[in-house]
Structure formats: C-alpha cells, structure tokens
C-alpha cells in the first residue's frame, strides 16, 4: 500500500510539473526558458511555478469576466436610453383609456400678434378684414413702443411719423412707451424727427421708461406729456452703442464722440424741463429715478392720468374715457 501511495504521489507530480511546463509556454509575457523547474517529483521550484501561473490564470479570468460584466452593463444602459428617447420623442397617441385624439395642449394666451377686425376707408356698411393689432392702432394714428429701441426699431417708428405727417400734417399722433431701454443715436434720430413734425405728439408712459425712453417721453409736444400713476423713469448718461476695440487714439475718439452725445441730450433736457444745465449735469451723473407724479415737478412731463370709473367723468384728454388728469 505504501508503495501505491508513493508511485500515485510520483504521477501526480510529475503530471503537475508538465501542466507548469505548458502554462508557461501559452503565456506570452513570460519568454524565458523553462529552467526553474526540476524533473524531480519533490521539486519546489515546479510547485512554485505552477502556483504562480495558475494565480496569473485567474487573475486573467477575472479582469475578462469583469469586463464582460461592464460590456453587458453599458448594453442595457443604451437600451434604456434608446428606449426613453423614443417615448419623449414620440408620445403614445392615445394618452387616456377611451380617447380617440391626443389632448391638445392649453393655450392661455394669444401666442402671435393678435388679429382685429379692421373697416377700411370706403368700405361698405358691415364689411370688414382682419388685420394685425398693431396696424390697426396705426390706422388710428397711436403707436405703442414696447421693444428695446435700437437701430431697426428706431427706423420703424422714423418711417411710421413721416408717413403719419404725410397723410395728415395736422391730426395728432399718440406714442404710448414701455420701454425697458435704448439706444443714444436712434433716439437722438427720433428726436429730431418729432422736431420737424408739425403735428402735435402725445406721449404716455405706460410703465417703465428708461435712459433714452424716458428721454422720448419728454420730447412730445408741451402740455400733451402724460404718465400714468405707477409709472417709472430712469434717466442716465449713456455709454457706447456697441464694444469697440482698437488703438488707444481710435478708442479716445468713440468716448469723446459718446461724451458730445450726451451733453446734446442733456442740453435737450434743458429745453424740456426748463432746469439750468449745472441742475441736469449733477442729476445724470448717477441713475436718477423718477415717480410719474416726480415727473412731473421735474418737467419732464406734464400731467399723470389717473383712471376713473366708467361714467364718472373723463376723456376730455382724447385719449379714451375713464381717464382724469391730475398735475
């Protein structure tokens, strides 16, 4: 029996060191010949080796394993995301039991420029078009500046004041401002149109005003400058249109060219208000807020319109009922 036992131990051994023999062989890192390990049965060297390169097997094993872990992972992630962009892109038409459309969504408000029914001159009794809102006012000879003014928006209202002047040099024009700001020189171009105007011009501050709106809204024609109660000013100096770079001598030239800007402005409010010009210079120098009712001690507008039930009297300003001045 001890004998068998010997000559099992000697298989065995010899059949683990010719397993090493060939671990060995299959990995490609390792390219020194095999010569640590030992024909002998007892031999610790090719137990070593064989320890080894079994350890190096399954750490191998388990990186691949692994990594077809993280592989099949990133597959069901993607398919996850496939499947959510689909169903936001595309939702299911039918989103209720019992619904045969898709609900349409809730619209709480004009979402275009309003249509109004419209009679043109000449027309007959009950036949009218639907036009914009805003030719409409036109038509009526009100125009409602609501938009940052710069150069285009500047343009727009230059082109509907000599149009209104042509049609009719003598019928009153009404600007209603609601500006949140603008532009030096489109302003200073709408000043001087409103100059050459014969017309008279009616100006309402509606809201907020600011820099060179609030600069237009002085600019009407004096005792037809109106705000309404809530309504706010903010005059200021105002800096450079655009950014500009350049050399120092071409940049000194735009900031004096800005500074010439506003001292026409200010010599502008000078006219409107009737302050002296070491007054406007010292109240531009910083952001100088102004109530309606301020406005008006200040001269940069006439009366506040403050608005009355209907019935109650009104309208006497031709602008609409349910209107009283108060200076």
């Not at 060995?24 to 070593?48: M, T």
């Not at 003598?170 to 017309?199: H, Q, W």
């Not at 309504?231 to 200021?236: E, P």
Request: aromatic share 8%; with cysteine.
């Amino acid at each position: 029996l001890t004998t068998r036992v010997k000559h099992e131990r000697h298989s065995w051994h010899r059949t683990a060191t010719a397993r090493a023999a060939n671990y060995y062989a299959r990995v490609s890192s390792l390219r020194a010949p095999l010569f640590a390990a030992s024909a002998s049965p007892y031999s610790r060297q090719a137990l070593g080796l064989h320890s080894s390169l079994a350890r190096l097997a399954r750490t191998r094993d388990a990186t691949t394993q692994r990594k077809r872990y993280a592989t099949a992972a990133m597959a069901r992630l993607l398919a996850f995301l496939t499947t959510a962009a689909a169903y936001v892109t595309t939702p299911p038409a039918k989103l209720t039991p019992g619904r045969t459309a898709p609900r349409s969504s809730i619209v709480l408000g004009p979402q275009s420029v309003p249509q109004v029914p419209y009679s043109p001159p000449g027309a007959e009794q009950g036949q009218h078009m639907y036009v914009d809102i805003y030719q409409a006012l036109y038509r009526d000879r009100i125009m409602l500046v609501g938009n940052f003014l710069d150069e285009e928006q500047a343009n727009s209202l230059i082109a509907l004041l000599l149009f209104m002047r042509f049609e009719d040099p003598r019928k009153p024009i009404s600007i209603y401002f609601n500006v949140p700001g603008a532009l030096m020189k489109p302003c200073l171009a709408v000043y001087d149109t409103l100059r050459t105007l014969e017309c008279p011009v009616t100006t309402v501050n509606l809201g907020l005003a600011t820099g060179m709106g609030a600069f237009l809204c002085g600019a009407g024609t004096k005792g037809m400058r109106y705000a309404l109660p809530n309504a706010r000013f903010l005059m200021q100096r105002t800096g450079l249109d655009d950014p500009y770079q350049g050399q120092a001598s071409d940049i000194g030239l735009m900031v004096r060219e800005n500074l010439r800007d506003n001292d026409r402005m200010e010599k502008a409010l000078v006219t409107m208000t009737g302050h002296p010009l070491e007054k406007i210079k010292k109240d531009m120098s910083r952001d100088f807020y102004l109530s309606a009712h301020e406005a008006v001690q200040y001269g940069l507008i006439d009366k506040v319109l403050i608005p009355q039930p209907k019935g109650m009297g009104g309208g006497g300003l031709g602008l609409g009922d349910g209107l009283s001045s108060f200076v």
